[in-house]
């Protein structure tokens, strides 16, 4: 789970990357804030699209969508 603690410190390395480098162990902490990150945003989007239903129209269903087009 991605926390405000978990986002704060993927920040805090990137600034420290900017301003003074980081180490060999926080760079390894970093590549895996991220992935976690990523991983979770990406298991988001999945759950959400997995709840899309795609609903086909004929050209003749009076549903009214067809004028907007």
């Known amino acids: 789970m991605i ?7 993927i920040n805090e390395l ?7 480098g980081l180490t060999d162990s926080e760079r ?8 976690r990150y990523i991983d979770h945003m990406k298991a988001q989007v999945k759950a959400q699209l997995d709840c899309v239903k795609v609903v086909d129209h004929d050209d003749h269903c009076k549903c009214g969508c067809h004028s907007q087009h």
């Open 3 to 9: 926390t405000p603690e978990v986002i704060a410190r």
């Open 14 to 20: 990137a600034k420290k990357s900017r301003d003074t």
């Open 28 to 35: 390894s902490e970093q590549a895996d804030l991220r992935r």
